[in-house]
């Protein structure tokens, strides 16, 4: 097993190249992390059920989910029934060839199999075993069931979103399953250069209640400030109200958001708005006093951007700087012109979905040939190649385990 490209001064290649992933993540969760491992040129072998994971047909109507699409491009895919002794064994002798091992599944649930880490490791102690949880494989809570929005309801997130007069509400994206994936990545990565030396692999666990407490960060400094008390939820407004402008303002055809966090950007955008008459005015002084008079602060900002267009507005801030954007919608988003430029947004002629526009990784690596998009794969796809590749097998013991309902497949 390898862990880089066979020449090290060559950068061309990519950074995981030789890196062999068994990814038995379900959902958003692990699957993004085994999306960003192929990404960066890693071998990854999606590991489904017979009848697949979770995501690819979430609506219970047929087809493939888009979020699949996405989160699955650039995988070859092997479908291993795990409740079969066969199913059972075959994930082990695949274990023995890889470098890492992922999935999120609810704690012990491989150990009930009777293939957990403890197994796994001592049939290849140079492999990772890596665990995205909700609550983590310890503690109290380890066993409470976790998806995105209960994870958003503990973690305290739902608590400071929303306009202040309504309920709870929670964000708008899955934001606690993406950060369990990214550090789930960042934890797989800090053990695979451990590995490299040590040669022995360990377990890494990612916990998503963790992963996403830092992100309160300002909303807990406004409870420390206010001694204990946590402030009442403030919609698009600063969580510690210390700054103003801060927040989403009309135009003609839609919103924009403008922050200003240096006083040379409250300057600039009193010149943009032709209100230098505001530049003394002891109200508007210093940012703590803007932020204190955030209200007043926002009925002079939003004269002024009730009169233009979302873009006329974004470009004159951008123009003076200004921190601004226009609020865009999903439609616009997928057209952006920057990132389809870097190449982190791809048109793809989809065999599933047709003409669609998918994501790369935003991980980039310089003086790297980018690894190509490649589209998500079938359920089974790729069970023969990878049993062939991995373990060598001969065509009739596959076919023996296909008959046995162990394995599935389901070719192009």
């Not at 795990?82 to 060839?97: D, I, M, P, Q, S």
């Not at 089974?380 to 013991?397: C, I, K, N, Y």
């Amino acid at each position: 097993m390898t862990s880089g490209p066979a020449n090290p001064t060559d950068l061309t290649g990519h950074p995981l190249q030789g890196v062999k992933v068994l990814d038995l993540g379900q959902i958003y969760n692990g699957p993004y992390a085994g999306f960003l491992l192929a990404m960066a040129g890693a071998d990854v072998i999606k590991v489904e059920p017979i009848n697949g994971e979770a995501i690819r047909d979430r609506s219970g109507r047929g087809g493939v989910s888009f979020a699949f699409g996405m989160l699955n491009s650039n995988k070859r895919d092997i479908a291993i029934d795990l409740k079969t002794a066969k199913g059972r064994a075959l994930l082990v002798e695949l274990a023995k060839e890889a470098d890492i091992l992922l999935e999120n599944f609810a704690p012990g649930a491989l150990d009930r199999l009777g293939i957990g880490a403890a197994v796994l490791q001592a049939a290849n102690p140079r492999l990772i075993y890596a665990s995205s949880t909700g609550y983590g494989l310890s503690g109290p809570s380890m066993d409470n069931l976790a998806m995105d929005l209960t994870i958003q309801a503990n973690a305290g997130v739902m608590s400071v979103n929303g306009p202040g007069g309504g309920p709870p509400m929670k964000a708008g994206v899955a934001l606690c399953d993406f950060f369990g994936g990214v550090h789930l990545y960042c934890g797989i990565l800090t053990a695979l250069y451990e590995r490299g030396q040590t040669g022995r692999g360990r377990i890494v666990e990612i916990a998503m209640l963790e992963a996403v407490y830092p992100v309160l960060a300002s909303n807990l400094t406004a409870m420390h400030q206010g001694g204990g008390v946590q402030p009442p939820r403030r919609g698009n407004q600063h969580p510690v109200g210390s700054s103003a402008p801060y927040g989403v303002y009309e135009t003609t055809d839609g919103h924009v958001a403008i922050i200003c966090v240096r006083e040379v950007h409250w300057q600039n955008l009193l010149k943009l708005m032709d209100r230098g008459d505001l530049t003394d005015d002891p109200r508007f002084i210093d940012q703590a006093t803007r932020g204190e008079n955030s209200r007043l602060v926002d009925s002079v900002v939003q004269a002024w951007t009730c009169a233009l267009s979302k873009d006329e507005v974004s470009e004159r801030l951008r123009a003076h700087q200004v921190p601004g954007a226009a609020v865009r919608g999903l439609g616009e988003v997928i057209e952006d012109a920057h990132m389809h430029e870097r190449g982190m947004l791809h048109r793809m002629d989809h065999p599933e979905f047709g003409p669609v526009v998918l994501p790369h990784s935003p991980l980039r690596f310089h003086g790297e040939e980018r690894v190509e998009l490649v589209p998500s794969p079938n359920l089974g796809q790729h069970s023969r190649e990878v049993l062939a590749d991995w373990l060598d097998l001969d065509p009739s013991r596959v076919d023996d385990l296909i008959r046995s309902g162990a394995v599935g497949e389901q070719p192009v």
